[in-house]
């Protein structure tokens, strides 16, 4: 990979730089990985436009690696911790993080606690930071390679991270005939025009923090008896979603995009260290939504991702009915509502 190119001989300068990033919601999700954090199915996402992580970065010569760290103008050692375990993985390719300090200020847009998954917005914007940094020390304007550096570097961070970098819809994993893919970093999807303004409300059932990472979750897929018949349904799952998006076909979306989620909570239930992030409340909104749509034909379909909270995804015409839905029916089942829609991605400050 040539942005990868000259990377021994970087000296650390003095460089400051502030990215926001999006998060992200998977539609085939990434739920195992392989080697040094490949994923071990391809996965697509929307990219969000109201959840963002903003990320300040200064960067100074030091004589070893350091890492600060303020989350809204407080110190976080223990954020600052995993970026510096993170830069210190990353120096052995990149020596120039061996003699940098970088302090970082960062601020969510979404509420804080919300049981949002920060860690894709908040990962792609501190990458976007290290890409700027890199392109500045090598005396180079940001070019095409600029965002499949900063998504390699987010990847490596965290694996839905690396598709926080694009907007609109991203994939990200090596599949078949779509050569542009890789398991490196994400690519840009074009999807068909009536999905621009797709709607996700996003239901908050629990902010409470969850049982078991993501990270010890992609761990317990090493030994899972169904890991196999799951990467085989979740390529299945992609060429379905991706030929459906590319036709413009919400219904076939829809039905993949539910079963992708009750597919990664089954794994849970049923993984030799068994747990569950599902909550009584995320059964009952599904439950509803499933009711309702039968009833309405009003075509509005669920996700999860690895916590209790409903992303309820839809096409923009329905706003109105979907909202009322979620406010009338739904109520006394959520603790918030964040309305989301379809992001252009990250945004240099
Ligand atoms: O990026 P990680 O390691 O936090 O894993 C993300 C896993 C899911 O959100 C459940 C699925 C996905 O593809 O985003």
Not at 7 to 34: C, H, M
Not at 190 to 197: G, K, L, P, R
Request: glycine share 6%.
């Amino acid at each position: 990979m040539d942005f990868l190119s000259g990377r021994s001989e970087l000296q650390a300068k003095d460089f400051k730089t502030k990215w926001q990033a999006p998060s992200n919601i998977a539609l085939v999700k990434y739920w195992g990985k392989k080697g040094h954090q490949l994923p071990s199915n391809p996965s697509i996402s929307l990219t969000l436009s109201h959840c963002q992580t903003q990320s300040e970065l200064t960067f100074s010569p030091s004589e070893q690696l350091a890492v600060e760290l303020f989350l809204d103008g407080e110190s976080r050692p223990s954020f600052a911790a995993k970026i510096q375990t993170f830069l210190e993985k990353l120096s052995s390719d990149f020596p120039v993080f061996k003699n940098t300090k970088v302090v970082v200020h960062t601020h969510n847009t979404f509420p804080h606690g919300t049981g949002i998954a920060s860690s894709a917005s908040g990962m792609a914007a501190v990458a976007l930071c290290l890409a700027d940094y890199l392109y500045f020390l090598k005396g180079k304007d940001r070019d095409d390679n600029f965002m499949k550096l900063a998504s390699f570097f987010a990847r490596l961070a965290s694996g839905s991270a690396s598709r926080s970098v694009f907007g609109g819809m991203v994939s990200w994993g090596e599949f078949a005939d779509e050569a542009q893919m890789s398991d490196l970093f994400a690519t840009p999807f074009t999807a068909h025009e009536s999905f621009n303004d797709l709607c996700d409300s996003v239901i908050i059932v629990s902010s409470e923090e969850k049982v078991v990472s993501s990270r010890a979750g992609h761990g317990r897929m090493g030994d899972h008896p169904y890991a196999e018949a799951r990467f085989t349904e979740a390529h299945k799952n992609f060429k379905r979603t991706i030929d459906a998006l590319r036709a413009g076909d919400w219904k076939t979306v829809g039905h993949v995009l539910e079963n992708e989620a009750l597919q990664l909570h089954a794994l849970m239930l049923t993984s030799p260290e068994s747990y569950t992030l599902l909550k009584p409340n995320s059964l009952l909104a599904i439950e509803k939504i499933r009711q309702w749509r039968q009833a309405t034909g009003v075509e509005a379909y669920f996700t999860l991702d690895a916590g209790p909270n409903i992303h309820l995804l839809y096409l923009k015409k329905d706003e109105k009915s979907v909202k009322a839905f979620i406010e009338n029916e739904l109520r006394g089942a959520y603790e918030q509502v964040i309305h989301d829609q379809r992001g252009a991605g990250p945004a240099l400050c």
